[in-house]
Every structure is written in structure tokens, then in C-alpha cells.
């Protein structure tokens, strides 16, 4: 069993996590993160989630002051989006995790956390403040005035808020294509692209990817999906 430590450093405990990863056959990869979190939040809790874009799954939960325990994973999942959440703070922290991840942990914010040592991470930020956040502002803004026009009956105004939203979702759409198209070897394309499939599944992005990104088992999926399987 592999050994893991956790140190304190300049008033800062770094929490090493390590992931047994495997798949079918006999390969296997060692694969680790670290977390590095200010001494007023030992023995906070933990939680690691997988992403979808709709929902997200518990894969682990530790306190920040226990050893971490090892779990077992196939190498052809990372990179992927992840959220992570401490126990007592507000906010979540949604990043790429790939091997030599380092999180730096804020104080009061979990989503003010600092994301070092992750090649997607980057383009995961670009999108989220280019495309993402915007998005989601004029999506609920636009769902807001559309719950007021239903409340006062007003039939004109609500069709036209309903078609706001269409339009804004349509956009975002196109913007998320392009994203695609202009970054073909990123994962976040590769993520986007399955998280988006039923929008984007006749339009050939798929084909458009580096081959670099065929072996992530988020592209197998989604050729076995184009094959109807």
C-alpha cells in the first residue's frame, strides 16, 4: 500500500491524493494531486465530484486533516472536469484534474481557489468567463422576467421571454462550436462536445478533434454514439 503524507508548510497543510488508476488489462498509473489548504480549515471536509453537465457524482470525501485514501480509476479518464467542495465554506471549485494537479485553497471561497499544474485548466477558465458565465447571467435574467409574466398572466410577455431564452441558448451553442473548432486538442473541447452532444451530434466536431484526444474514454463514447451503439 502506498504511503501518503501530509505536511505542514509555512502554515499551509498539503494533502496529497493519490489515484489508483486501471483499466481491463494489466496497465496501470499512479496518478497524483495535491491540495494545499490553509491551517484554520484542518480537519474540514472534502468532497470530490465527477461533472456532467446537468449533475454531478460523489467520488470522494476525506477531512483535511486524514490521510488521504487511494482510489481506483481507469488511465483513460483524466483529463476531466471535477467540482470540489469543503465542508463549512461557501462556493465550488470546478477544474480539470490531470496528473500534478496542485489546488491551492482559499480561505473563505472555495470557487476563489487557485488551480497550478493543470494543462486544461487554462481553457477551461477561458470558456467558463467567455462564454459560460455570460450565458448563464442573461439565462437567468431572462428566466426571471419570464416567471414574473406568468404570475401576472401577461401572454405577450412571456412568449417573448421564452423566445429570448431560445435565442440565448441557441447562441451559446454556436459560441461552444466555435470553442470546439478553435481549440481541437484541448479536453474541455473533447468534455464540451459530449456535454453538448444531442446539439452538436449531426454538425461533424467530433472528426474535427486531434487524434491526440482519441484514447480519453469520453471519445470512445461518443464514436460508439455516432455509430448508434
Known sequence: MKQFVSFCL?????????FWLSSGSTFSQNVEFQITAPTP???RKAILLTRERVFASTVHSIKLNEYPVGLQMSPDLLPDLYELNVSKMKGSLSFFLEPGTVIRLDTNDVSKSVVINSKSNPDWQVFQSTIQRPSDKKLAQYSAEESRS???????SLNYWTEQKAIEYKAFIEKTGEFILTHPKSYVSLYLLKSNWYAFKDKRLLEKLDVSLAGHRNYQFLKMKKKGT
Open 150 to 156: 406568468r404570475k401576472q398572466a401577461k401572454t405577450d
Open 41 to 43: 480549515l484542518k480537519g
Open 10 to 18: 509555512r502554515g499551509h497543510f498539503i494533502f496529497l491524493f493519490s
